[in-house]
């Protein structure tokens, strides 16, 4: 990932740039050769149908992706935001293994010929066409592309190459994937019958009247359950019932350790005391630094940057006064505005990047800088001299173009320089990144902004809260064990909380954040066992038991028992009011009669289309206007067993819809087409994944 990842938020690529990040890993020399293979084995994150995926090349994705979500959601590292991160780059890989292994099934290949014309050809990849783009006259250059290549071939240095190849690779995939996708495009279609069924089904209108029996008028206690009736039931519905993957059942009780009024009002006082401080402090960014939680840059802002709160007072006083103290999510607030003047909304700007280090020192770097800011005031190229020096790899490619961007998206001194200077200077910086030329092209808009330093004060527990905490999970994880735990919980007043499928990669029970090493001992424990430790977050200390273990595949019918039970009793209330309507519609000649035999009225609903099968004021029930719509006028059906009970129809009248002409039924073809092609795509990744053997170790590592 090109350096400059880091030093702004590229919203809209986030995708992509995994994407290509993953295909580049899984195509490489990922496995070192010489490694035995059972290393191999405990290093692999997970595998799919055998093809894995090494810990090392994994994390290292893991980490690429977590620092951009911090850029893109412009917060520190959280527990949250690498958690995503890992479930991102599993999914990817998953995908892209899949899709992989079928394009090498088929045979699908890009040959070297095809591969060259897509590079250099007239119609070069789209790919090829971003990468050089000149960012002067936004037109794809041609020059600058063969320039690059010849540089590659002779004169380039071992980034440059690996960034070629990875563009290729990506080409070369763009185009099998190009491939399977119109093979199975091509694969779907649609009749002039499936066309005009489709069509009556969202415009033929039904009216009919309903006699609805509901379950809920049979009481529970009426009925008594059977284990053929959890059987007959399990066996018809047992696809639904196939686990993905193993989960755990547990039980566990939460002692609340968050802060309590004591400890905001704490915390109050503090921040009122810093504040006072701040008032008189002559050092106010050296301030800020040490007394603050967040190390918020002492750098200008823009409206919007700071808390609602504090945005809403900064840019309305004077250079000088300290405000707040303000509360917000659980943190308090001072700022004291030091400066204030008016500034571009946003800049244009291109930057060359030297690593310093590689320079042999900042100095080294910075002269050589100088050297490259003078070529470029004689009218060298910038684009080309961006090629031949940067060693950011994400802009590099389009001539070291940035794009327009706001400010507080860099780096303070890269902010500072481009935001400050005038359109068309060349200036030279150093950031913790290196050594940047940078190229101001354009600046946009002007608007007031301000430099404060900004003190903030979290509330935390306070020590006597955490203890008192602590003290009864102590009490209660020295009491109780796998057989008592229910008892104990009750006789010290802990609440029990229930997880029934918990999955290995879960971060938090019923939106409580819970620590891995918890979910690790939960996924290593055994059925009964009672956690071998008071585990704890920031805010809770919890202890656990494991109540039951679901292995991936087929869950048994005691398995599920507890989850059906009230489709069972449905089942068996249906069996019952159906034999109740089936007589009252014995010898009735309308549903009107059959309604009047149970004491009842039948509904008359009208304008219900196939496509929308809901009965007003009842629920979806597809199986009763399935059957309406089946049915002829004036006949009456037999018993239909809904969702909600069981019902008897008979439909007054059909109004069928114009007739579908040459012009609509091409229309309605080419609609129903493309979201045929969409639920293909998602039915077959989803049929190829149930297919696989898909190994998943990742709660191994994470």
């Given at each position: 990932?090109?350096?400059?990842?880091?030093?702004?938020?590229?919203?809209?690529?986030?995708?992509?740039?995994?994407?290509?990040a993953?295909?580049a890993?899984?195509?490489?020399d990922?496995?070192?050769v010489?490694t035995?293979?059972?290393?191999?084995?405990?290093?692999q994150?997970?595998?799919v149908n055998g093809?894995?995926?090494?810990?090392?090349?994994?994390?290292?994705?893991v980490d690429q992706?977590t620092?951009m979500?911090?850029q893109?959601m412009g917060?520190a590292?959280?527990?949250?935001?690498?958690?995503?991160?890992?479930?991102?780059?599993?999914?990817q890989?998953?995908s892209?293994?899949?899709?992989?292994?079928?394009?090498?099934?088929?045979?699908?290949?890009?040959g070297?010929?095809?591969?060259?014309?897509?590079?250099?050809?007239?119609?070069?990849?789209?790919?090829?066409?971003?990468?050089?783009?000149?960012?002067e006259?936004?037109?794809?250059d041609?020059?600058q592309l063969?320039?690059f290549?010849?540089?590659v071939?002779?004169?380039?240095?071992?980034?440059?190459v690996?960034?070629?190849?990875?563009l290729?690779?990506n080409?070369?995939?763009?185009?099998?994937n190009?491939?399977?996708?119109n093979?199975?495009s091509?694969s779907?279609?649609?009749?002039?019958?499936e066309?005009?069924?489709?069509?009556?089904?969202?415009n033929k209108?039904?009216?009919?009247?309903?006699?609805?029996?509901?379950?809920?008028?049979?009481?529970d206690?009426?009925i008594?359950?059977?284990?053929?009736?959890?059987?007959?039931y399990y066996d018809?519905?047992?696809n639904a019932f196939?686990?993905?993957?193993e989960?755990?059942?547990?039980?566990?009780?939460l002692?609340?350790a968050?802060?309590?009024?004591?400890d905001?009002?704490?915390?109050?006082?503090?921040i009122?005391?810093?504040?006072?401080?701040?008032?008189?402090?002559?050092?106010?960014?050296?301030?800020?630094?040490?007394?603050?939680?967040?190390?918020h840059?002492f750098?200008y802002?823009?409206k919007g940057?700071?808390?609602?709160d504090?945005?809403?007072?900064l840019?309305?006083?004077?250079?000088g006064t300290?405000?707040g103290p303000?509360?917000?999510?659980?943190?308090?607030?001072?700022?004291?505005?030091v400066?204030?003047k008016?500034?571009?909304d946003?800049?244009?700007?291109s930057?060359?990047?030297?690593n310093?280090?590689a320079?042999?020192g900042v100095d080294k770097?910075?002269?050589?800088?100088?050297?490259?800011?003078?070529?470029?005031q004689?009218g060298?190229s910038f684009?080309?001299?961006?090629v031949?020096?940067?060693?950011?790899?994400?802009?590099?490619v389009?001539?070291?173009?940035?794009?327009?961007?706001?400010?507080g998206?860099?780096?303070?001194e890269?902010?500072?320089?481009?935001?400050?200077?005038?359109?068309?200077e060349?200036?030279?910086v150093?950031?913790?990144?290196?050594?940047?030329?940078?190229?101001?092209?354009?600046q946009?808009?002007?608007?007031?902004?301000?430099?404060a330093?900004?003190?903030?004060?979290?509330?935390?527990?306070?020590?006597?809260t955490?203890d008192?905490?602590?003290?009864?999970?102590?009490n209660f994880?020295?009491?109780?064990?796998s057989?008592?735990?229910?008892?104990?919980?009750?006789k010290q007043?802990?609440?029990?909380?229930?997880?029934?499928r918990?999955?290995?990669?879960?971060?938090n029970?019923?939106?409580?954040?819970v620590?891995r090493?918890?979910v690790?001992?939960l996924?290593?424990?055994?059925?009964?066992?009672?956690?071998?430790?008071?585990f704890?977050?920031?805010?809770?200390f919890?202890?656990?038991r494991?109540?039951?273990?679901?292995p991936?595949?087929?869950l048994?019918?005691?398995?599920?028992?507890?989850?059906?039970?009230?489709?069972?009793?449905?089942?068996?209330?249906a069996k019952?009011?159906?034999?109740?309507l089936?007589?009252?519609?014995?010898g009735?000649s309308?549903?009107d009669?059959?309604a009047q035999?149970?004491?009842?009225?039948?509904?008359?609903?009208?304008?219900?289309?196939l496509a929308?099968?809901?009965l007003?004021?009842?629920?979806?029930e597809?199986?009763v206007?399935?059957?309406?719509?089946?049915?002829?006028?004036?006949?009456?059906s037999?018993s239909?067993k809904?969702?909600q009970?069981?019902?008897?129809?008979?439909?007054?009248?059909?109004?069928?819809p114009?007739?579908l002409?040459?012009?609509?039924m091409?229309?309605?073809?080419k609609q129903?087409l493309?979201?045929?092609s969409q639920r293909?795509?998602a039915?077959?990744y989803?049929a190829?994944?149930?297919?696989?053997?898909i190994?998943d170790?990742r709660?191994?590592f994470?």
């Open positions: 990932m090109g350096l400059m990842s880091y030093l702004r938020n590229r919203a809209g690529l986030v995708v992509t740039i995994i994407g290509l993953i295909v890993f899984l195509l490489g990922i496995i070192n010489g035995p293979f059972w290393a191999k084995s405990q290093n994150v997970g595998s093809e894995s995926i090494d810990y090392q090349v994994f994390n290292a994705q992706t620092a979500y911090q893109q917060g590292a959280s527990p949250q935001i690498r958690s995503y991160a890992v479930q991102q780059v599993w999914n890989f998953v892209q293994e899949l899709l992989k292994q079928e394009i090498e099934k088929l045979g699908l290949i890009v070297k010929d095809e591969l060259n014309s897509l590079v250099t050809g007239n119609n070069p990849s789209p790919q090829i066409v971003q990468a050089f783009t000149n960012p006259t936004g037109q794809f041609k020059n063969n320039t290549i010849s540089q071939n002779t004169q380039g240095t071992p980034e440059m690996q960034q070629w190849e990875m290729l690779e080409i070369r995939n763009e185009r099998l190009q491939k399977y996708s093979l199975l091509n779907v279609y649609v009749t002039a019958l066309a005009q069924d489709e069509y009556n089904q969202r209108l039904a009216n009919f009247k309903y006699l609805m029996l509901d379950y809920s008028s049979v009481k206690g009426e008594k359950l059977t284990d053929g009736d959890y059987k007959a018809a519905h047992k196939k686990n993905p993957e989960t755990r059942s547990i039980e566990y009780v002692f609340d968050t802060p309590t009024a004591n905001t009002a704490a915390t109050k006082s503090t009122e005391q810093l504040k006072t401080e701040l008032v008189n402090s002559k050092t106010d960014s050296l301030f800020a630094a040490v007394n603050s939680d967040t190390k840059p750098t802002i823009r940057q700071a808390s609602p504090l945005d809403s007072v840019f309305n006083v004077p250079v300290t405000v303000f509360l917000s999510n659980g943190v308090y607030e001072i700022a004291k505005v400066d204030a008016f500034s571009p946003s800049v244009k700007a930057h060359i990047l030297l310093a280090t320079e042999g770097a910075t002269a050589k800088a100088d050297s490259i800011k003078g070529l470029i004689k060298e684009s080309a001299l961006a031949q020096f940067s060693v950011d790899q994400g802009s590099k389009n001539g070291g173009d940035l794009g327009t961007f706001p400010r998206q860099m780096v303070p890269f902010d500072e320089a481009v935001f400050s200077g005038k359109p068309g060349v200036v030279v150093n950031s913790r990144f290196g050594t940047h030329i940078i190229k101001i092209e354009k946009i808009g002007n608007s007031k902004i301000v430099k330093a900004i003190v903030d004060k979290t509330i935390n527990s306070g020590k006597a955490t008192a905490a602590y003290t009864k999970a102590n994880f020295g009491d109780a064990n057989k008592n735990f229910s008892d104990i919980a009750a007043g802990a609440k029990i909380q229930k997880i029934d918990a999955v290995a990669m879960d971060n029970f019923n939106g409580v954040e620590p090493d918890l690790r001992w996924f290593e424990a055994k059925k009964g066992e009672i956690s071998e430790k008071i704890d977050t920031d805010q809770h919890i202890v656990a494991v109540v039951d273990i679901q991936k595949g087929h048994s019918l005691d398995a599920v028992k507890p989850q059906i039970e009230a489709q069972v009793k449905n089942e068996v209330k019952m009011l159906t034999e109740k089936n007589n009252a519609l014995n009735a309308n549903v009669q059959a035999k149970l004491g009842k009225a039948a509904v008359a609903v009208e304008n219900i289309v929308n099968p809901v007003p004021g009842v629920a979806l597809p199986a206007v399935g059957t309406a719509f089946g049915l002829q006028p004036n006949k009456v037999k239909v809904g969702i009970g069981v019902y008897a129809v008979q439909v007054n009248s059909f109004v069928n114009a007739e002409v040459a012009s609509d091409a229309n309605q073809k129903m493309a979201s045929k293909a795509w039915s077959i989803q190829l994944q149930n297919k696989a053997d190994d170790n709660i191994r994470y």
